[in-house]
């Protein structure tokens, strides 16, 4: 399900991507969707590295004391 949005991008950026939109014969919304999924994509951890890290951090959480707890949380 398509759902719409409001954003505000720099004035160049519009013309470019309108124009690319144009030059690909596709509406300026399937571009920004594309791009974005692509920007989405290429950050997510490759699915082997996703699956090690859930192992060890879902399956074996971590133990901390108390202290440390607070120490964490005061740093954020």
Do not use: N, W
């Amino acid at each position: 399900m398509k759902q719409k949005i409001t954003t505000t991008v720099e004035a160049k950026v519009l013309r470019r991507a309108k124009r690319q939109a144009a030059d690909e014969g596709r509406p300026l919304s399937d571009l920004i969707q594309d791009a974005l999924d692509h920007y989405l994509t290429a950050k997510m951890p490759a699915p082997d590295r996703r699956e090690a890290a859930y192992r060890q951090f879902c399956e074996h959480p971590m133990r901390i004391s108390p202290q440390q707890f607070r120490e964490i949380l005061q740093a954020d």
